[in-house]
């Protein structure tokens, strides 16, 4: 079984970058797909960001195109999502996500097995 922990969060600026990171311990996260939810209160996980086992298959939520970057680094068991231009409504806690299944919908929440206790992002106006 794979652990996670996320970091990196932190109360930015509208317009600002940030970079969360997640390191994963327990087994090789080569092994697995990793993803980035996240959640705002009140409301349901919202998919961020996935990335494959060798990185040749990525997808963006349609709300981050082009400002969010998805990236992992399998011999440092760490993958990372850069943040730019981040928008207060990018405000959310942000969680790391693994799968081994050969066969999910890597844009749901439910297509994950192992999360982080997520960091917190907070981007104000």
């Known amino acids: 079984q794979v652990q996670l922990v996320e970091s990196g969060g932190g109360l930015v600026q509208a317009g600002d970058s940030l970079t969360l990171s997640c390191v994963a311990s327990g087994r090789p996260m080569s092994r697995y797909q990793m993803a980035w939810f996240r959640q705002a209160p009140e409301k349901e996980h919202e998919f961020v960001a996935a990335?494959?086992?060798?990185?040749?298959?990525?997808y963006y939520g349609d709300s981050v195109k082009g400002r969010f970057t998805i990236s992992r680094d399998n011999a440092k068991n760490t993958v990372y999502l850069q943040m730019n231009s981040l928008k207060p409504e990018d405000t959310a806690v942000y969680y790391c996500?693994?799968?081994?299944?050969?066969?999910?919908?890597?844009?749901?929440?439910?297509?994950?097995?192992?999360w982080g206790q997520g960091t917190q992002v907070t981007v104000s106006s």
């Open positions: 996500a693994a799968t081994d299944r050969k066969y999910s919908d890597y844009t749901k929440a439910s297509g994950f097995d192992y």
């Open positions: 990335i494959s086992r060798n990185s040749d298959e990525i």
